[in-house]
């Protein structure tokens, strides 16, 4: 009996040492994303597979959006529980920066990313994007007229309830008006939208409602993102989508990229930096293209695109954190003009 007793304390001993003959406890990292679970989980199982690096996923609740991940961050702050944080866009990602909820880590995989789509102090790195554009119903626009810049909004030859924007104060919308914000300086940028409210442009819940507007003839154009845009395409509805400003002179468009970050203190930071590596890699983002999530790659990527916006879109010449430092400018003088 007392030599059963030894063996099993021994054993016991041992077990926390090298497993008494168990296998030894799977690596594991846990990322935050809010990515939709369609397009983010075959990657994440694609990493597992790859690495022997179990992945446990927290998704967004459609109802709260980014928001929610975003606060249980930083809710979490004086205890991770999260490794990895995968963004949709940016603004939120550097709200946690600017939270403290993120540490630095320069991945090698994102060193042949353009440094406009590089946190400058290596908090984040981009991944793929979205961009801005103007979706117009050729039954109801001549070729000849379509619209080049977002400027042509205020053409007075088009009917102010024939255009529309999402609500100015949520999602993309926003975040284009406080890049309008920083290129063009408050003043003017807060003049644009004084105008498209005073031309009674019809502004509705979001960026697909602007698409299927659009698309059903019960507006003209507006403004969207590549993604609602590439879904009118799918379904064959009668639209063009024109990427506006691109011409030398002009603005360029808003890109909204992917981010990606680590989470400060995290509890798996090795098996962290293994994924964001993984998930910026070309291999993820010619996925991420093929399947849809986003139309725009920030480096040369092939890949076959279910919708071609063209490889050489001009991003607004404004950084990031600048477009994230007049946001809160932005929304204050946008609920004036629309909510007064």
Known sequence: MRSILIFIMVCGLAALVSGCGLKPEQKSVVVY????????????????????????????????KTTGLVNRL??????????????????????????????????????????????????WSGLGGRARVIIVNTDLVAPEAYPTSIY???????????AGIANPLFGTTATQAAALYAALGPDEARDFYARLQAKNVRVVDGNSAVRDLVANGQLAMGLTDTDDACGAIQRGAPVVVVVPDQAGDQLGTLVIPNTVALVAGGPHPHEAQALIDYLLSNEV????????????????????LPCDFGSEIRNMQVSYPDIYGQLQQAQEDLSEIFLR
């Open 33 to 64: 994303t809010s990515v939709d679970q369609v397009y983010s989980e075959p990657i994440l199982k694609s990493f597992e597979e790859q690495s022997g690096i179990r992945v446990l996923p927290i998704y967004d609740v459609e109802a709260a």
């Open 74 to 123: 930083i809710a979490e702050k004086d205890n991770p529980q999260a490794d990895v944080f995968w963004n949709g866009e940016f603004v939120q990602t550097l709200l946690l920066k600017e939270q403290g909820a993120l540490a630095p880590y320069l991945s090698p995989a994102a060193r042949d990313l353009p440094a406009q789509y590089l946190d400058p102090d290596g908090y």
């Open 152 to 162: 042509d909004l205020l053409d007075p030859g088009l009917p102010g309830q024939q």
């Open 285 to 304: 983002e010619k996925q991420l293209l093929e399947s849809g999530w986003f139309q725009l790659s920030l480096r040369t990527v092939e890949a076959s």
